[in-house]
């Protein structure tokens, strides 16, 4: 079974403190991303990475950065969280970004509560 | 401008019975439609896949159709269990291999399956 663990299951932080979310696959997958899901939102898709060290802004990356040292874990930074990044936060990761079917498999999210 | 709409937006079944949940999109050019089931506090885990070709595809209790022509889908659960209390999200592919392609989320059908 594909695994995707996330660092944190809650985290409560303060305004302007930076914010480190871990995410770390067991399939070998080349293709991960964050999202974040708010009520009546929906998921949104904040960035996303196909291979170890590159990146791509998804639609809402503003506030937020990204690092993938190793294949297998992928981090979601907040510069300087902001009372608007409260919110759940989804990884996932993928294979064979070359095919349309990849079905994306997400860990159990971080609920994060800024304050 | 794509979107995925999700009719009904809550739904309240008593267990055993059937339902089906609606998802209407306009995205294109299409590459497939998926749903998956997300589970309070969880993340979202794949159902079905469908491309254009495919017309209806099984998971267990689990019928997916598609429509391509009319842009439908539909997911009916039939028995329903108490454990089938949960989101259903629509997700639809927009675009071909390679950097245009893009998942476009449904804000999803809350179902509830009382006893």
């Known amino acids: 079974d594909v695994k995707v663990t996330q660092s944190s299951r809650y985290l409560v932080k303060r305004t302007g403190e930076k914010v480190f979310l871990e995410c770390v696959q067991d399939?070998?997958?080349?293709?991960m991303f964050w999202y974040r899901q708010d009520p009546g939102l929906g998921l949104r898709l904040i960035y996303f990475?196909?291979?170890?060290?590159?990146?791509e802004k998804g639609d809402i990356p503003e506030g937020y950065s990204v690092s993938r040292e190793k294949k297998e874990r992928f981090s979601l930074i907040l510069e300087s969280a902001s009372t608007n990044q409260t919110s759940m936060y989804l990884c996932?990761?993928?294979?064979?970004?070359?095919?349309?079917?990849?079905?994306?498999?997400f860990g159990p999210g971080t609920r994060l509560t800024v304050l | 401008k794509n979107q995925v709409e999700q009719s009904p937006q809550s739904l309240i079944i008593l267990e055993g019975k059937n339902c089906t949940l609606q998802?209407?999109?306009?995205?294109?050019?299409?590459?497939?439609l998926r749903w998956y089931k997300q589970d309070t506090g969880r993340g979202p885990v794949s159902l079905t896949i469908?491309?254009?070709s495919e017309n209806t595809k099984s998971n267990g209790r689990y019928t997916a159709t598609l429509d391509a022509d009319t842009k439908q889908s539909s997911l009916h659960i039939t028995a329903s269990q108490l454990s089938d209390s949960a989101s259903y999200i629509c997700?639809?592919?927009?675009?071909?291999?390679?950097?245009?392609?893009?998942?476009?989320w449904g804000l999803g059908t809350s179902l509830a399956v009382n006893p």
């Open positions: 996932a990761s993928s294979f064979f970004f070359a095919t349309s079917t990849d079905t994306q498999y």
């Open positions: 399939m070998d997958h080349e293709n």
């Open positions: 990475s196909y291979d170890v060290k590159m990146k």
């Open positions: 998802c209407n999109y306009t995205v294109s050019p299409f590459s497939n």
């Open positions: 469908m491309t254009f």
């Open positions: 997700v639809v592919r927009a675009g071909w291999a390679g950097n245009n392609r893009k998942l476009i």
